[in-house]
C-alpha cells in the first residue's frame, strides 16, 4: 500500500513519525509524499494551542477533500483529547490514543486490514531517512509528563510519564548509524523527566548512548531546568554530545512564571546558563517565551525583555499566548489585548535578531566542523549545515561536489545578509 505520514507540533510528533515510517517500511509498505496517490493517511496532531488544533482539523479536512477514497488514521494530542469529534465530524477511521501511539501501525494494521507485501518490504533496520534527504533522526526516549504548568494541554493529552528502556533506545540508535545517519536528536514530552518511572535519569541515558553506540552527534531537544542535575555539563566532556540546549524560560518575570506554575525562577536560570557557559566551550543556548500571559503587566513585559537581552540567547522561539480551553491559564483574569501581543512579540523577536547576530559575530574567522545536510534552495551549487552547537552555516565554492550528509571542517567568514546564518568555505 501507499502510505502517506504527515505530522504537527513537536520534535516528538517527528520522531514518532520517523518510527512509523520505518515499521510501515518493513511491512512492505511505500510511503509517499503524495497525498492524492495514498492509499492509507496518517496524520499526527497537535493540540499545544489553538492555532495547532486548528490546523490540525484543517490536515484532516484536506485529507479527506483531496483524496476521500484512501483510509484516514489519525493520533497525537488534538486526536486524543478530541477522539469523538475526531471520529465523528472529521472522516477518520481510525483514532489511535496517545497511549497506544506506538503500536499505531499494528492496530492499523490489525483494523483496517491492510495488507502486506514482503515482496517489497524493506530489509531488517533498513530506513527511507536517508532517501528523503535526512542526516538527523530524531529518537523518542519519553513520552508524558508529571507537571502541570497552567498554559499546557500536553499533561492531559500525553499522560503518565514512561520511559523506553535504555536498551532498546540503544538498538535503535545503533540501528540508525548503520544506516548511515550523522546525529541523533533524543526528544520527550518531559525529557529530562526521562528515567523518572524506572530508576534512572537523563544522565545516565547519555552516558550509556555514548558508550555503547558510535553515533558521530548526539543532540538533546528541549530539557526543563529544574530538571539538570548538578553533574549534567560534565557529560560534554565528550565531544560527540553537542553543546547546544533549548532551555525553556517562559517569562523573564517571577511574579509571570508563578501565574504559569513554573519550577524555576530567574535567578536560578541565570545560575544555569553560567555553569552552562562557563563549563562548556562554544555553548549555545536557546529558548521560548510565551508573550501576552493573562495578566501580565507593562513591568513584568520589561523584565522579561531585560532578562532575555541579559541571558543573550542564540535563538528565541516566540509564542503569542492564546487561551488553550482546558487549561488553567484558560480560565485567568486580565487577558493581554492582541494588538498588545503584536507589538510585544515584534519588539523579542527584534531583540531576538540582534542576540542571534550577536552570537554568529563570536565565531567570524573561526573553523568548526559542520554537519552538510541539504543544498541551498537559491542555488545549486551552495550546501547549507550545522555546526555542533547548532548554528546554520551556508557554504560557498563547492562546486558540483556531492557533500550531503558529510561532517566538514568550514571557516566561517561572515554572517549572511538575512543575518540568520554564517557563511564559510569549505577548509582547503
Known amino acids: 500500500m501507499q502510505i502517506h ?6 520534535r516528538l510528533n517527528e520522531a514518532e513519525l520517523e518510527t512509523w515510517t520505518r515499521e510501515f517500511g518493513a511491512l512492505g509498505h511505500q510511503v509517499t509524499n503524495d497525498l492524492r496517490t495514498a492509499d492509507l493517511v496518517v496524520i499526527n496532531t497537535c493540540a499545544v494551542t489553538g492555532e495547532a488544533v486548528r490546523k490540525s482539523r484543517k490536515l484532516m479536512h484536506r485529507a479527506h477533500r483531496n483524496n476521500p477514497r484512501a483510509k484516514l488514521v489519525v493520533s497525537g494530542c488534538f486526536a486524543s483529547l478530541n477522539a469523538t469529534e475526531t471520529a465523528d465530524t472529521l472522516g477518520v477511521d481510525l483514532v489511535v490514543d496517545n497511549r497506544d501511539k506506538d503500536r499505531l501501525v499494528e492496530i492499523a494494521s490489525r483494523k483496517l486490514d491492510l495488507h502486506s507485501m514482503p515482496a517489497v518490504a524493506t530489509l531488517p533496520g533498513e530506513s527511507s531517512l536517508l532517501t528523503r534527504g535526512r542526516q538527523r533522526a530524531f529518537v523518542k526516549v519519553q513520552d508524558g509528563c508529571r507537571y502541570q504548568c497552567t498554559f499546557c494541554i500536553v499533561t492531559r493529552a500525553r499522560g503518565e510519564e514512561r520511559s523506553r528502556p535504555a536498551a532498546e533506545v540503544i538498538d535503535e540508535i545503533n540501528g540508525l548509524t548503520d544506516q548511515g545517519i550523522r546525529e541523533v536528536a533524543l526528544t520527550g514530552v518531559h525529557l529530562g523527566g526521562y528515567g523518572s518511572d524506572c530508576e534512572s535519569d537523563l544522565g545516565r541515558l547519555i552516558s550509556r548512548i555514548l558508550s555503547e553506540t558510535d553515533i558521530p552527534r548526539l543532540r538533546l531537544g528541549a530539557v526543563e531546568p529544574w530538571d539538570l542535575p548538578e553533574d549534567f555539563w560534565q557529560l560534554f566532556s565528550n565531544p560527540r554530545l553537542m553543546p547546544h540546549l533549548h532551555l525553556p524560560l517562559q517569562s523573564g518575570a517571577d511574579s509571570v512564571l508563578r501565574r504559569m506554575a513554573r519550577r524555576c525562577k530567574t535567578a536560578e536560570f541565570q545560575r544555569i546558563a553560567e555553569q552552562a557557559r562557563g563549563q562548556v566551550p562554544d555553548f549555545n543556548l536557546t529558548t521560548d517565551v510565551i508573550v501576552g500571559f493573562p495578566g501580565e503587566t507593562e513591568e513584568e513585559w520589561q523584565q522579561t525583555l531585560e532578562f532575555v537581552e541579559r541571558i543573550g540567547f542564540g535563538h528565541l522561539h516566540i509564542f503569542a499566548f ?33 542576540l542571534k547576530r550577536e552570537t554568529l559575530e563570536n565565531y567570524l574567522g573561526r573553523r568548526m566542523p559542520v554537519l552538510i545536510e541539504d543544498r541551498q534552495q537559491d542555488t545549486e551549487s551552495e550546501w547549507s549545515g550545522y555546526t555542533p552547537n547548532f548554528l546554520r552555516v551556508a557554504l560557498t565554492g563547492s562546486g558540483s561536489r556531492d557533500l550531503s550528509n558529510h561532517i566538514l571542517d568550514v571557516n566561517l567568514t561572515e554572517i549572511a545578509p538575512d543575518g540568520d546564518r554564517l557563511q564559510g568555505a569549505i577548509k582547503t
Open 322 to 354: 492564546s487561551p488553550r480551553p482546558g487549561t488553567r491559564a484558560a480560565t485567568l483574569p486580565d487577558p493581554v489585548p492582541r494588538a498588545l501581543i503584536r507589538a510585544r512579540s515584534q519588539a523579542l523577536h527584534d531583540l531576538g535578531q540582534k
Open 5 to 10: 505520514l504527515t505530522t504537527l507540533g513537536c
